[in-house]
Every structure is written in C-alpha cells, then in structure tokens.
C-alpha cells in the first residue's frame, strides 16, 4: 500500500540556501527512490523576481547539491517538471488570494487532491505572518484533503518567545497539524538510541543510576561559523545547537520506556524526560556547572583561520559562545545524581557527535592494579560520523598475573552495505508527508527545552562571573572544560586530528 497520498508541498523561502543545499536534494533523492506519490508537486514561493522555468533551473537542473550522474540526467529533468513557482512580491504580508488560486489551479492540475504541506523556510520572524495570511485567504482550512505546517528551527529565542510562537501559530493551526523539524532526529543513528535501548534486553537493566557512572554527550564541529556571523553572534552555542539537537539526543538518553511506538506517546516521554532536568538558577551553581568559549584563530585541519570575532557580521567585542559545556542532573528515580557533561562547539579537531555512556567500575575491585579507565565499560553511540555502536570492555593481557586492558566491539551502520540511510531531510520530509510527527517537536516539548537553557543564556548574558574562555582554532575547547567533569574523568576527544595544546585565557 502507497502510504503517501497526492499532496502538494508549498515551500516559503524558496529562493533560500535551504531549499537548494537541503529541501530540494532531498527530494529529488526521494523522487529517484520512488518515495514521492505519482501524484505530487512543489510550489516554490519567495519574494525573487522568478517564474518556474527559471525556478527549476536554480532548484533542480543547477543545482550543485543534486549531483549530476549518467543515471539520474533523465530523472533531473522529469522531476523538474513537478516544481513550480510563484512569486509573492514585495512582501511575506500580503493578500494570499492569488497564492490561493495558483494553488486551487495546481491541486486541479497535478490532482493533489487537496492535500497540502505549508514548509516554512524563511526566517522565523515571518512563521506567524505567513500563518496569518494563509488563515485569511481560507488556506489553512481542510477542505476534503488536509493541511499541514512544517516550521523550520530556530523556535523562537527563549522560552517567552517560543511560548508566543506557539501560540501564534495555534491561532491557525492545530498541535497536531504543526510539525517543528528537529534535522538531528531525521538522523538514523538518533532514532537507533530509541532502538538500542528498548529492543535489547542487555542494555535497558543498566540503563539507571546502579550502573551508569556518568553520561557524556558531545557534538564537534570543525567548521567555524561560515557566511552566517549575523545569525550565530544573536544565537551562539546554547541557542543553536543546545537548546535543539543536543536536548533532543538528552531526552532520548533519558526518557523511560514508551508504551508504545506511537508518536504521542512517544512524544509525552520525551517531554517527561525534559521536565526532569533540574533547572539550574543559582548564579554558584551555573558558574560551577557551565562553560563557555569562544574560539581565536587557529589551525583546523591544516588550514588557518580567523578568530571568531574576525568573521563577517560578527561583534569585534562580540562574547556570544561558539563553544558550550554544561553539566546537570536529571531529578527522577532512574538518574538521581548521575551527571550528564554535554558539549557542542564550532572549530573542534574533527566533526562528531557521539554519546558516551560510562558504567560504574565493578563494586567489587579484584583486580587493583589495573588503572581505572580500564575498569570502566563504555558503550560509544557514534551518531556521526562513521556511524555505529561501539562497546569497550576488559580483557586480560596474555600472561601472566591479571592485567586489564580495553578491547573493542564495533559495529558499524556501513556494515549494512544493501541499506541505503535516508538524509535526515529525507526521512523528515518523508514522515510529515505521511503524517508521521514522531520525530517533530512538540510544543510542550520546545518549551520544556527552553525552560532548561533559558537561566543559563541568562546567567552568561548578565552575570559578571560569567567569563568567556578563548580557545585555539584546532582544538577541542578550553583546557579547563575538564575540570567540569568529576573525579578522574576527561572529555572523550575521539577523532584523528587530536592535539594537545593550548591552555586557556579570558578574554575581556
Ligand atoms: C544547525 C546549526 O542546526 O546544525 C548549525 O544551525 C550546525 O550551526 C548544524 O552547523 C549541524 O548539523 P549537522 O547535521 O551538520 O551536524
């Protein structure tokens, strides 16, 4: 059975970096997968001067993200064929009745029997215009087919916002016609944490406080900011990567165990697991528990590059994090008093994300000689890149007496050679299509993100101790960022291109 009705997928913001490096690949990908319905189009609207031939052109036949094969010459062509435009003028706020009638003329055209997707790729300040004018001209009804809004990230910029927003949006949409894209939950490796904690039966008995020691989260990246230094100085770490990606992965690591694999239910453990992370709001306790940095130039890969403050659109005085540490607890009965170390930067070593859960060392010490790294398992969940699931766990060391030393068990997902994994746009396309939001974000559920992060922008933003720790380009964050975690313990710095550098500085 086809699962994917007829539809129409009208994408605002078309003219944007989005729908070329990410919507458009995507679904072309799904097109020459065959995932699309034979019965499906793309409206592309922006304020550019265009019409489709030209659009199609831009979005499909040069675009450099669809890579141009012998095989797929035929299907490029073919598939432009289904993508159309229109062009809104000057404005995101105008009347929406022509837009209307192109869409009427199109649903009739391409049969997609009134069923239509709204993707909003445009910047957030627009999410509750572009809502508004749909209301008004009848777009947001469902007439015989249905309606449904995909609204890009960031959702909002601190918990106020993102309330209103939500509420902005609910003015004209139902919850459950809403799908807030979270791109790290279209990633296969971040469902597979879903995967591998209930559909094993070896790892969900360890899965609490009597045998975690502690749970660290990383996600690294070696770029820097790019073109996007006028976005990222408002936004810095905790807003653009924290508050979203990585709570998603935290609420993933946490969450009990669902009744079922329904989205909502799901979705209601997941918002659960958020409300649990215990709010930090003593000024002692954030300085004690978060670390911010920001990177100077550097090395990374071989190349040199600018500090932060020297890239384009960024504050020269700017203190905005590139990187951020953050320990916490979460306060239920599975996790008291297990600390979760979650870090994100730009200008890392390498790009990866991973989870690392540690277990406690055995209760019972036989053999003492053994450095405690080596006593302690560790199950490594590589979310990206070269991505699998890595145990490490003792072996003796041929001969004699008891020497422990660590030894692998790797599995890697490009073991699954016959398997192609779906882009993370791909797989999120593909689910709201089908009306599947389990891997979109709740209301409550962003809400309950910011509510977290919110005290510590705070405490960063206006808190005099709140200082900013440089850090080479090149290496994995400011020295100190160990000292957060307890004990013995360091980040793991996984990767090829480790250094050993630099020390830390303040800068003021
Ligand atoms: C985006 C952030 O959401 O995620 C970017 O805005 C970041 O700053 C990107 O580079 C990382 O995504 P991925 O899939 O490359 O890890």
Redesign the pocket.
Known sequence: MDKTSPQLLIIFGASGDLTERKLMPALFSLYQANHLPKKFAVLGISRSDADDASFREQAVLKNKHIPETIKNHGLRKSFAELVFYFDLGDSYDVDYSALRDRIAALNKSQKTEGNFIFYLSTPPSLYETIARNLNAAGLTTENGGWTRLIVE?PFGYDLASAHQLNLNLQKYFQESQIYRID?YLGKETVQNLLVTRFANSIFEPLWNRNYIRHVEITSA?S?GVENRGGYYDSSGALR??FQN?LLQIVSLVVMEPPIGSEPEEIRNEKVKALKSLRIMRDPEILNKNTIRGQYLAGECNGETVVGYRQEKGVDPNSKTETYAAIKFYVDNWRWADVPFYVRTAKRMPTKV?EVVIHFKTPHHQIFKNSLVQNKDNKLIIRI?PNEGILVKFGVKVPGQGFEVARANLDFYYSDLADQKIME?YERLLLDAMQGDATLYARADEVEAAWEFVDPIVEFWQKDPHAVTFGYSAGVWGPKNADDLIEGNYTWRNPGEHLTDDPGFCVIT
């Open positions: 990230k791109h990246e770029v653009d990567m990606h994300t990206q993370a």
